[in-house]
């Protein structure tokens, strides 16, 4: 463990910029991206071995522990993460103060009360600990759910939701040179995880577990959207074919080349027009069935949702928790595939578990 700092008492600062809406508590004297410089993103830079390695895996997989690192501070429900740089972890956050209670039938669509809460963006380094901690939300605003997350080289895209099915969500990106957040657009359904393709440069957002993937291009965005608080209609939207896994936080790898698209499409006549080379996120998540929790991991087709490779992930935290219940994100060491976890509420820990 590197030596860290401990400021003792966190500099409060409140951000001015128009676009923004955060105001950001800063525990440690660091930028927030080392020299102030924006890495590349996995699309540009492993994204290709990431998908190689993932066609690799299967229900036999042995994962073996790399290693298990708390997170400082109390980390509310985390909802996606994603790294930014080797040296830098942004975290979705949130915390509830009224819990939605279950409705006993459908009243304006949904199944549930609103609730309230807040939505932040942490920023941690790679030891755990807290470098800066944004409040995305402000008290009494009904999309208090920060979704998943996603960095695309420059920006880091979140959703902010209602925390309850068929409801609303805005989406928004985050500058993470300065957690200035924007907000660009509505969509009248709730949102989770975010992914920009940025070869299309189109976003990819899933609703309550992953049911439907609607598309939005940013293309000469702002124009055909809708201004806010108006919803923008979305140019497709496709339902999730698998009922497995609801996925929860997913990361854009970029467009590849799928080997057993291409065998299919050399052996089993598959038209001659269709594309092998697939845009490609990987996808973390848990079924809910009953009792029954099944968690897993996904390489999937973010145009058709179809899912090009799958595994189950039956690890648990040492409270018990499936690994895949929140967070996800990869990382290649050494030619070898490691997958990245935090899946408790409040008390995190950060699991790295290499796939052999
Ligand atoms: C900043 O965030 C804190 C915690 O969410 C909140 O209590 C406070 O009211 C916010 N301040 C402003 C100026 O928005
Ligand atoms: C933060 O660090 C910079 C450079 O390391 C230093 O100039 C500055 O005084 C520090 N600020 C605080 C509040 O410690
Ligand atoms: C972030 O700030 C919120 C509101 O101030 C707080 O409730 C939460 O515990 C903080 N998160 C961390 C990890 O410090
Ligand atoms: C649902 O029904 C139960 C019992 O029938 C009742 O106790 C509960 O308050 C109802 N919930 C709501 C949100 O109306
Ligand atoms: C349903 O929607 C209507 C119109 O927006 C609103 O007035 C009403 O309060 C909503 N009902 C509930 C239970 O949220
Ligand atoms: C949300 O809407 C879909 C499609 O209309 C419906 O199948 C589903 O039951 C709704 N979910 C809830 C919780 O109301
Ligand atoms: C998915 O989207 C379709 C088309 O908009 C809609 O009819 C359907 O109700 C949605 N399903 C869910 C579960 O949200
Ligand atoms: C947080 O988790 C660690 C490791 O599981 C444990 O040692 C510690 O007591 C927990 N802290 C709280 C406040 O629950």
């Not at 401990?6 to 955060?22: D, K, P, Q, R």
């Not at 190689?52 to 290693?67: A, D, E, H, P």
């Not at 759910?145 to 920006?155: L, Q, S, V």
Request: aromatic share 8%; hydrophobic share 35%; glycine share 10%.
């Amino acid at each position: 463990m590197r030596a860290s700092v401990f400021l003792a008492a966190a500099l409060a600062a409140t951000t001015t910029s128009a676009t923004s809406s955060s105001n950001v508590t800063i525990y440690r004297n660091e930028s927030f991206l080392p020299g102030n410089r924006l890495p590349e993103s996995h699309s540009t830079t492993d994204g290709k071995d990431i998908v190689n390695l993932f066609l690799s895996l299967s229900s036999s997989t042995t994962w073996t522990l790399v290693s298990k690192t708390k997170m400082e501070g109390d980390t509310g429900e985390p909802e996606g993460m994603v790294r930014v740089g080797d040296e830098r972890l942004f975290v979705t956050s949130n915390q509830y103060t009224v819990p939605t209670v279950k409705y006993n039938k459908t009243i304006n669509g949904t199944d549930r009360t609103v609730g309230a809460g807040f939505s932040h963006m942490l920023i941690y380094d790679l030891d755990g600990n807290r470098i800066a901690n944004a409040s995305l939300t402000a008290a009494g605003d009904i999309e208090y759910h920060g979704g998943g997350i996603d960095y695309d080289g420059r920006y880091v895209w979140i959703t902010l939701a209602q925390y309850r099915p068929n409801s609303t969500a805005t989406i928004a990106r985050i500058d993470p040179l300065t957690l200035e957040t924007t907000r660009l657009f509505r969509h009248d359904d709730h949102n989770g995880g975010i992914v920009h393709d940025t070869i299309t440069n189109e976003l990819v957002t899933l609703n309550w577990n992953g049911a439907n993937a609607t598309t939005w291009s940013l293309n000469g965005y702002p124009m055909g959207f809708t201004a806010i608080p108006g919803f923008t209609p979305a140019i497709r939207e496709v339902p999730n074919p698998s009922f497995y896994v609801g996925y929860q936080d997913c990361k854009y790898l970029g467009h590849h080349a799928m080997p057993n698209l291409l065998l299919a499409q050399a052996g089993c006549g598959l038209r001659s027009d269709f594309n092998p080379v697939r845009p490609v996120m990987l996808c973390g998540g848990v079924g809910t069935f009953g009792s029954l929790s099944l968690g897993g991991l996904a390489l999937v087709d973010l145009q058709t949702m179809v899912p090009l490779w799958e595994v189950p992930i039956t690890l648990t935290s040492d409270l018990g928790v499936s690994l895949t219940e929140n967070p996800v994100d990869a990382q290649v060491v050494d030619g070898k595939l490691r997958v990245w976890f935090m899946p408790d509420q409040h008390n995190s820990t950060l699991y790295v578990y290499e796939a052999a």
